[in-house]
């Protein structure tokens, strides 16, 4: 830099408006802290919204916060933190001039976001396989679903004998659903449904059992019988059902079995379409539901085998390759049905390890859930966008202070990058518990 | 005019300084990527100039364009819904009219609040003269203030991208809805920004990155003014348009970042459909209101602080005579940028929030009153028994004070309940926010323009034609405008491509005065322009004892040629009047901004 040239008693690093280091480093310091209350700012909108939707709806978050991981999310939260303590060691490090633990500790700065955001993928990758995405991918989203035509596995809509697309309804919206929140809430995550008749007789009349499959089925009948409910009936028509081609037996079932076509029909008989639709979502789907829908048939026609064994807990049909496009003007005011909470009484939300399920939550409550993963999708994106950032400031020090950029006397860089990274840090330590941690 | 033909300009002590090249910062060094890779804060504000110059005339073109579109809207909506009258006879169908209409003040309101007002007066005048101010050499963080540049660049682009597609869809291409032009207003409400098929989520995308670009440079101003200030300047011998820049970047800090996330949430909501301000999806649209007025009510302080602060400096310097009741200004900024925060809720009367946050609301935007009002008489004070030089910056300084005050008063039947209901989206609306935006900021920063051109480029612009300039802006602005309260109170709603025969007169004078206005702005740009070949300028043409006079015009690459020291910057008898270069100059031998005191001449 020319600029300074005239100046000899300034160093290379302080810039030619600045009298001394220390002036530039407090200024240094100041503009990032200035910047940091930006960040906090920008992220307390969302924070704000979050207290809104809270607020409004507390069953919603007790209710859809079961779907993340606590323990993911909380590996996550100890990475963070030790990766901050070994950041403000290695702004300890180019303060006192160690050049070999300053590189160090940037590394494993650098090692604990890659961490980070490798368990972000396996949360994500989970939560996209069971249709909880983000927007109007989301299982949840009201009526986004029944707007769509189904599709097979290639993306291809099912047409029916006319050449016409068969529409995915509103029950079958449902019945994923069903099968979704059992298979995660309480297969996944341990909680044991509330109400365990009722919804006994719901997943049954959704289906839900019979698309469980291995042991699954098996650790499935036995929490129901532990929770009082008489399992044999359904345990009898899969074992009928079973031995076409395995016993359910073999603990590990074999996953060919699922393109056959047998498998799924375990409640056949307490299921014929019209009744079992018709009561297990009361009349929820009476303008949607189309009475001639034969689940069972559907899981019959779709092919499934090209599936890999470990791809998905999830049955692809009906949803295999649909894209999620809703018209918003589409029956807002469409009268909804009551709901079975009108029989069953309010949910209890006294006790965490318990979960109500989807269909037996109010109404205005089944339309909401979806917002409690776009105010997570939102909030987590947004704060892995300033993980990587922050990895990326991370990478620039390190690659510096290889070089030796950093003196006792300079190193306002690995400062700021220090405290960059430590507010990303403590985004991620209020979001966890506000999202993960909900009772 | 002899002076002007000899290529000399003078020194802070009067004596004639030759010109070599290399010895100011506009011919420090040549060629395009000199100027645009400079960390030179006064080239920054240069290149600022131009870009939110360009800003102004694009968001001008569509003011004019749709105050001619009401001109020739002579039909009456209610008895003939299809027809349209004027010049374009049968040609175009009512529907293409009212469409062309929506975007027009779309991009009209769009450009001119977020490329223009929010960083004219901050980014051009602010950043030429908040380090001459401070006797700095720049501000604290020259590349960041590069990066705002090009933010501001980029911001821009986008929308200019949205604007030139609605212009082509206008002549029969057909464009992708993405870059359709944009027909929402500038406040994007949901949820018709969710349905409309215009290119909401690139403009949006545009004001997120001018968003940046007003973070930036706020931040580099508040580690600025608390950092590099000289020795022997403290809080309260601060030149006013520091105060009054320091709480702007304080709002630019803590507002903006909400508008970003805003903004990033209708994205989402646009390209997804996150449906958090849906309420068939279980959202709320209000809650876009809120969040949207939360950054944007402050946002218009941002706009009207710093001419706040310009105000100040031209007044007081004008009228030789020390600022009346300093601290009463200085606090009355912050106070301003405080009370800000509080009073969003005050665009949402008719929002359907709740009755008990509209009377609290109406409560706390009356206090904004206070704060300006103190402003107000303070100037007032300060004028009198001065010294009032009326030159072409005090014209708009005072021109300034009755359009703020006519816009500040108007701006109370707004804020009490029972009468905003009644103007609510009406004309009256209108009128009073253009008359702060416009009569106040703009008047703001053609007086602080006018007032900084000397240092800036060294020349003097023409007096005779700054006073013609001046006039014609100030008589069609209050003949564009002042009619517009009487269209208001008459029922005449915002935002409606049409009217019927009782609004016709109000309308057609507010287009002639529009007219008016837009000739006068012309002749202030060719004044500036001219004055290229105008008299060069002395050191210290006004008087002012801010420090950015204490240095030759145009400033040296590095600002001074010593360390200047802070003084009253409101103490103006040490200056004397020279009537040979038709400027002011001190006693070499006592002049307390320099330490060394030295006369090398």
């Known amino acids: 830099m020319s600029d300074h040239d005239h100046d000899h008693d300034h160093p290379d690093y302080l810039a030619h408006h600045f009298d001394t280091p220390d002036q530039q480093f407090e200024a240094g310091k100041l503009g990032m802290w200035l910047f940091l209350v930006t960040e906090v700012l920008m992220f307390g909108g969302l924070f704000c919204l979050y207290a809104l939707w809270r607020y409004n709806q507390p069953e919603v978050f007790v209710y859809a916060h079961g779907f993340l991981d606590w323990k993911l999310g909380a590996t996550n939260t100890a990475i963070l933190l030790a990766s901050s303590f070994t950041m403000a060691l290695a702004v300890r490090a180019s303060q006192l001039g160690q050049k070999g633990v300053l ?100 997943y049954r009349e959704a289906g839900v059992f019979g698309r469980l499959h291995g042991h699954h089925f098996e650790d499935a009948m036995e929490l129901f019988s532990d929770l009082g409910v008489d399992v044999s009936g359904v345990v009898a028509a899969h074992a009928a059902h079973g031995g076409d081609g395995h016993g359910h037996g073999d603990s590990h079932g074999n996953e060919d079995a699922h393109t056959e076509e047998g498998d799924g029909h375990a409640d056949e008989e307490s299921h014929t379409e019209d009744e079992a639709h018709g009561e297990s979502h009361a009349a929820v789907a009476h303008a949607e539901h189309d009475p001639a829908y034969d689940y069972n ?28 496009v809703s018209d918003f003007a589409h029956d807002a005011d469409e009268a909804h049905a009551p709901t079975v909470l009108e029989t069953l009484g309010a949910p209890d939300l006294s006790h965490s390890g318990h979960y109500l399920p989807y269909a037996m939550q109010p109404e205005a409550v089944q339309r909401r859930v979806h917002l409690f993963f776009q105010i ?53 330590i209020f979001l966890f518990p506000l999202l993960y941690l909900i009772h | 005019m002899t002076v002007a033909d000899k290529p000399i300009t003078t020194d802070i002590y009067g004596q004639p300084v030759e010109p070599k090249p290399g010895d100011n910062y506009i011919n420090h060094s040549k060629g395009i990527l000199s100027w645009a890779l400079t960390l030179d804060h006064k080239r920054i504000g240069l290149m600022y100039l131009v870009a939110v110059l360009t800003a102004f005339a694009l968001g001008g073109f569509f003011a004019i364009f749709l105050r001619t579109m009401l001109l020739f809207s002579k039909y009456s909506n209610v008895k003939n819904p299809e027809a349209v009258g004027g010049m374009f006879g049968d040609s175009i169908g009512a529907a293409a009219w009212n469409d062309f209409y929506n975007q027009a003040f779309t991009l009209h309101g769009a450009i001119m609040v977020f490329m223009f007002i929010i960083p004219a007066i901050p980014a051009v005048l602010g950043n030429f003269a908040l380090p001459l101010q401070l006797g700095a050499k720049d501000v604290a963080f020259p590349r960041l203030n590069l990066m705002s540049f090009y933010c501001w ?74 950092m590099l200030k000289p020795k022997g300047m403290g809080w309260f011998n601060m030149p006013l348009f520091l105060w009054a820049s320091y709480a702007t970047s304080v709002i630019q800090i803590l507002a903006t970042p909400v508008l970003a996330i805003t903004l990033l949430l209708l994205v989402a909501e646009n390209l997804i459909g996150i449906g958090v301000f849906d309420p068939k999806l279980g959202g709320d ?84 009153a206070i704060p300006s009002a103190i402003k107000v008489f303070n100037w007032l004070a300060t004028m009198y028994h001065g010294k009032i030089r009326v030159e072409t910056p005090m014209l708009y300084g005072m021109g300034f004070i009755w359009l703020f005050t006519i816009g500040g008063l108007t701006g109370l039947f707004l804020a009490a309940l029972s009468t905003d209901i009644y103007f609510h989206d009406t004309y009256f609306v209108v009128a009073h926010f253009h008359y702060v935006m416009v009569g106040s900021t703009l008047f703001a920063f053609l007086g602080g323009m006018y007032y900084w051109f000397p240092k800036m480029f060294g020349r003097m612009c023409n007096e005779r034609w700054g006073r013609i300039g001046w006039a014609l ?27 019927g025969d009782d609004y016709a007169i109000y309308h057609h004078l507010s287009t002639g005065g529009s007219y008016i206005l837009t000739i006068g702005l012309f002749v202030v740009l060719f004044n500036w322009l001219l004055a290229k070949r105008g008299k060069r300028a002395p050191a210290n043409p006004w008087g002012g004892n801010q420090l950015e006079w204490h240095t030759n015009s145009p400033p040296p690459h590095l600002n001074f040629d010593y360390d200047p020291v802070g003084t009253d910057p409101y103490h103006f008898h040490d200056w004397k009047y020279d009537e040979k270069i038709d400027g002011y100059v001190l006693d070499p031998d006592h002049d307390p901004s320099n330490p060394t005191h030295s006369s090398a001449h």
């Open chain 1, 103 to 202: 590189v160090g500790m940037l590394a494993i700065t650098l090692l604990g976001g890659f961490g980070f955001l490798g368990i972000k993928y396996v949360e994500y990758t989970s939560k996209f396989s069971h249709h909880l995405g983000p927007g109007k991918q989301n299982l949840y989203y009201p009526h986004a679903l029944s707007q769509l035509p189904q599709g097979d596995l290639q993306g291809e809509p099912v047409l029916d004998d006319n050449d016409n697309p068969v529409m995915i309804t509103r029950g079958m919206q449902l019945d994923e659903i069903a099968f979704v929140e059992f298979e995660v809430l309480a297969l996944g995550h341990g909680y044991a449904p509330e109400r365990p008749q009722a919804t006994f007789d719901q």
């Open chain 2, 285 to 368: 649209p209000v809650l876009f209101q809120h969040f949207f007025w939360f950054y944007s009510h402050p946002a218009v302080y941002i706009m009207i602080l710093p001419g706040l602060g310009v105000v100040s400096e031209i007044i007081s310097t004008f009228s030789r005579k020390h600022v009346f009741g300093y601290k009463f200004i200085a606090y009355s900024s912050v106070a301003i940028a405080l009370f800000g925060f509080i009073v969003w809720g005050h665009h949402m009367f008719t929002s359907g929030q709740s009755a008990m946050l509209n009377a609290i609301f109406s409560l706390l935007t009356m206090s904004v």
């Open chain 2, 153 to 226: 660049l980029g911001g821009s682009a986008l929308l200019a991208m949205i604007l030139f597609g609605g212009m082509l869809t206008a002549l029969g291409f057909d464009m992708p809805a993405a870059l359709n032009g944009l027909d929402t207003g500038w406040t994007f409400y949901t949820p018709y920004s969710v349905e409309t098929k215009t290119g909401v989520v690139l403009a949006t995308l545009g004001a997120f990155i001018l968003g940046f670009s007003s973070i930036l440079t706020g931040l580099n101003f508040i580690a600025t003014i608390h």
């Open chain 1, 297 to 324: 048939a559907e899981l019959a026609r779709v092919p499934v085998a090209g599936e890999s064994a470990s791809a998905s807990k999830v049955t692809p049909p009906p949803f295999a390759g649909t894209q999620l």
């Open chain 1, 376 to 428: 997570y999708y939102c909030a987590t994106g947004l704060h892995a966008i300033h993980v990587i950032i922050g990895m990326g400031c991370i990478t620039w020090v390190l690659a510096k202070s290889m070089a030796g950029a950093f003196t006792p006397e300079y190193n306002v860089p690995v400062d700021i990058v220090g405290l960059y990274w430590h507010i990303v840090d403590l985004i991620w």
């Open chain 2, 473 to 499: 802006c100030f008589v069609g602005f209050n003949a564009t405008f002042f009619i517009q309260f009487i269209a208001g109170t008459q029922g005449m709603p915002r935002r409606y491509a049409t009217y």
